[in-house]
């Protein structure tokens, strides 16, 4: 059954991968597809078997690399943890292959693009089964790969390529990381297998890691360098420049790559890297402060964005951090928790927005839209239920996760457990704020552009039935898992794939947290709907005016705290002309023209000199003749031969 959830994506990306154009673009939709909802009902049943059944499992799929004393096989470490991501990635790639049937059906390079969407499933299915840290690399560069042909599936615009390169570059700095991480782990256990790594964890502590003349604390280093890796994987704050320009490629590939999938590959990391973690209180207070930060600048930035699917990227971004605030806070089952009922909302509110797309002929600001859930009503019923999970109104999805991150943030003894609890209740309320503003001026209030708003109409069945199932995954999927991630059945559900310390109490911690704080959450939500609704229903002139007096403020959140050309004036610039000093004076100029072009230059010289001596006239001969004779005289007299 493993094998088949793993290896059926793979098979669907080499059935449309090299037989696309053979077999045609509906018969490779088709069998992508329902080999993806094959390994989507293989993934429940392993979830029901493993998560309430306690049938974690080892397979063995084959060996893979034996280098002196480093044995490493290819196989599949089945646990809870996994089985949660098995559900979230083949539920989501499954319903954004149906979803992607109708909305890319004017596509010519279908085939393409569900063989890149098969690929990408694979390489995540190849990630979250990873039973070690090689394995899990290999599926990390992976999906970075199956990204980067994604974002550039229209290739024919440079908007596309350069967003997929910027993510391409971006995630390899965070990777750099992240198998530094890995070699430190080699170097303090001698293994790479998670099994082996986490039994000898405990005996990490108190070592220390050589470096720069100092000498480091191991779990430390190592949970540093790990989380670099999840930094660029998940956008967190500094490397998160590549999520926003992500969104050039099509409205599936965000929902599928950006939203419940590749960008939770870093918080799934910590979490199965969590025996190291709980190691060092200094890596958790890097990721909650790292976290925190994070919800909140990016949801400054969506307060202003007009392009409604920018608005959705920015909010992923948001929520990740909320998932390493949990990470931070050691409650490990929360941020996971959150994870998948983030998948749901989250989803449902991109493919909602590709359905507005849809419907207004590719228009995607906000500003030339307006009045449209009198057109397409079944979408607007969706963007309603994927806003309200996601602000945490009361027994929807986000209210059970995201409250219970702001209340484990309370109840953490993490050094920056305040500021983490600080920053998530206000990035609650501005969460609140610019999900109903994005719903208010998408559907609310007057049409703008008149023509395509006459022409728009409710999307196929293929793209509404996606929307239902997610929709009803965004109402149940928190109130009916809360006991098993953050109540009292945590232990038996996890077991052994999530290790919490003796001293970690914050999964009891945060049940005694004052009344106020464990509601304001909630009023914070409320606040922010109300002042959107003053905004962008009662009067929609105030945006305008504000935007005019605080100028200055709106143009830095406008302009994404304008990281994009500080990164640009730091380190593109700097490198451009490095490599162009390099290439003009090093290459060209230095090895070139002083090597195989500065030889075949002088060569040419000395021949073109030479070739005048060949004139033809007798006299010419007898007096270079006559030089030779004489110079060889001289040579003879003068070395006294």
Not at 159 to 172: C, H, I, L, T
Not at 318 to 332: C, E, K, N, P
Request: glycine letters at 8%.
């Amino acid at each position: 059954m493993y094998h088949a959830i793993v290896f059926l994506p793979l098979i669907g990306f080499l059935i449309a991968g090299l037989f696309g154009r053979s077999i045609g673009a509906r018969a490779s939709e088709v069998v992508t597809t329902s080999l993806l909802f094959i390994a989507c009902l293989l993934a429940w049943i392993a979830f029901f078997n493993v998560g309430f059944g306690g049938h974690d499992t080892r397979v063995q799929v084959m060996h893979w690399m034996y280098v002196g004393d480093l044995k490493i096989d290819w196989a599949f470490r089945i646990d809870t943890l996994t089985a949660v991501m098995l559900i979230v990635v083949t539920t989501v790639s499954s319903l954004v292959h149906l979803y992607s049937m109708g909305y890319m059906h004017e596509d010519p390079s279908r085939p393409r693009f569900f063989a890149y969407l098969s690929l990408f499933t694979f390489a995540m299915l190849m990630l979250v089964t990873a039973d070690n840290l090689l394995q899990m690399f290999f599926g990390w560069e992976g999906v970075g790969l199956a990204s980067y042909l994604l974002i550039g599936f229209w290739y024919e615009k440079p908007s596309a390529n350069a967003a997929a390169m910027k993510a391409f570059v971006v995630n390899r700095i965070g990777d750099f990381g992240f198998i530094l991480g890995i070699f430190g782990v080699f170097v303090m256990t001698g293994a790479v297998n998670f099994e082996t790594v986490f039994a000898q964890a405990p005996g990490l502590a108190g070592k220390t890691i050589a470096f720069l003349g100092h000498h480091w604390d191991a779990p430390t280093v190592i949970a540093v360098l790990l989380f670099i890796g999840a930094m660029g994987k998940s956008a967190q704050f500094l490397l998160h420049t590549w999520l926003p320009d992500a969104m050039e490629g099509p409205t599936p590939v965000s929902a599928l790559i950006h939203a419940a999938t590749m960008v939770t590959a870093g918080v799934f990391m910590v979490a199965r890297m969590s025996p190291i973690f709980e190691l060092s209180p200094s890596a958790l207070d890097l990721v909650m402060i790292v976290g925190a930060t994070t919800s909140m600048f990016a949801a400054t930035i969506a307060l202003v964005q007009t392009d409604i699917k920018k608005v959705i990227a920015y909010s992923t971004c948001s929520q990740l951090g909320y998932m390493f605030v949990a990470m931070g806070a050691g409650a490990y089952s929360i941020g996971m928790f959150h994870l998948l009922t983030h998948a749901c909302f989250k989803a449902l509110l991109f493919l909602s927005a590709g359905s507005v797309i849809n419907a207004m002929h590719h228009e995607q600001d906000m500003r030339n839209m307006g009045g449209l859930y009198k057109k397409i009503p079944f979408t607007y019923a969706m963007m309603l239920v994927g806003t309200l999970a996601i602000t945490g109104f009361p027994f929807l999805a986000g209210y059970y996760s995201k409250d219970a991150i702001i209340e484990s943030a309370w109840g953490s003894t993490n050094s920056f457990a305040l500021y983490g609890w600080v920053m998530t209740v206000g990035a609650a309320a501005l969460t609140s704020f610019y999900s109903w503003r994005l719903v208010f001026l998408t559907f609310h209030g007057q049409p703008h552009d008149h023509h395509h708003y006459e022409a728009a109409h409710e999307s196929p069945l293929v793209m509404t039935i996606p929307l239902g199932v997610l929709g009803f995954g965004s109402v149940v999927s928190g109130m009916i898992l809360y006991p098993e991630f953050v109540g009292h059945d945590v232990g038996e559900f996890f077991r052994q794939s999530i290790f919490m310390g003796a001293e970690n109490h914050v999964l009891h911690a945060m049940h005694d947290i004052p009344f106020w704080a464990k509601w304001m959450p909630t009023l914070m939500m409320a606040l922010g709907l109300l002042v959107a609704y003053w905004f962008y229903v009662v009067d929609r002139t105030l945006p305008v005016r504000l935007a005019h007096s605080q100028d200055a403020l709106y143009k830095f959140l406008l302009n994404k705290w304008y990281f994009d050309e500080i990164y640009d004036f730091l380190f593109v610039r700097p490198a451009l002309f490095i490599g162009r000093v390099l290439w003009k004076q090093g290459d060209v100029r230095i090895i070139d023209g002083m090597g195989p072009d500065g030889v075949s230059a002088r060569v040419l010289d000395v021949t073109g000199r030479v070739v005048r001596l060949q004139s033809g006239y007798l006299y010419h001969y007898a007096f270079v003749m006559l030089i030779g004779v004489a110079a060889l005289i001289t040579w003879f007299m003068f070395a006294g031969v």
